[in-house]
């Protein structure tokens, strides 16, 4: 009995791990999770203009939210679509790139740059 369960709890679990083909409910999620890594961002963005980071944090953390986008923009880039929704799927790839991108210029926590970074990443995740 604990195989079967335990096989049903990866047959559960696997796809949740970014493959398979993205339906409109798997787009709905990524895309929110892409609008939570641009908001992040921005708040990580906020803190370096105020100075209220450390610049190995600030590097840190802004790569591994980099890494995260640019796992959803290959992701999304490359997966099969159901049919009707490719166009929305490749754009929120794309959109996942542009995060990706502003994440990786916030690594060098420059707070000349970091205001710009903040308002750029805000628009992008239509944080409120």
Same mark, same amino acid.
């Given at each position: 009995?604990?195989?079967?369960?335990?096989?049903?709890?990866?047959? #559960?679990?696997?796809? =949740?791990?970014?493959?398979? !083909? /993205?339906?409109?409910?798997?787009?709905?999620?990524?895309?929110?999770?892409?609008?939570? #890594?641009?908001? +992040?961002?921005?708040? #990580?963005?906020?803190?370096?203009?105020?100075? =209220? !980071? !450390? +610049?190995?944090?600030?590097? /840190?953390?802004?790569?591994?939210?980099? !890494?995260?986008?640019?796992?959803? *923009?290959?992701?999304?880039?490359?997966?099969?679509?159901?049919?009707?929704?490719?166009?929305? /799927?490749? @754009? *929120? =790839?794309?959109? =996942?790139?542009?995060?990706?991108?502003?994440?990786?210029?916030? &690594?060098?926590?420059?707070?000349?740059?970091?205001? *710009?970074? @903040?308002?750029?990443? &805000?628009?992008?995740?239509?944080?409120?």
């Amino acid at each position: 009995m604990r195989w079967a369960t335990l096989l049903l709890l990866i047959a #559960l679990l696997v796809p =949740a791990c970014n493959g398979g !083909t /993205v339906d409109q409910h798997a787009l709905d999620n990524d895309s929110g999770a892409i609008d939570s #890594l641009a908001c +992040e961002g921005a708040l #990580l963005a906020h803190q370096v203009v105020d100075g =209220a !980071t !450390t +610049e190995p944090f600030t590097r /840190v953390h802004a790569g591994e939210l980099a !890494t995260r986008a640019s796992n959803f *923009e290959d992701a999304l880039s490359q997966r099969p679509t159901t049919p009707g929704i490719e166009s929305a /799927v490749r @754009k *929120e =790839a794309e959109k =996942a790139g542009r995060v990706a991108d502003l994440l990786h210029q916030l &690594e060098a926590n420059d707070p000349d740059s970091a205001g *710009e970074l @903040k308002g750029r990443l &805000e628009q992008e995740g239509d944080c409120a």
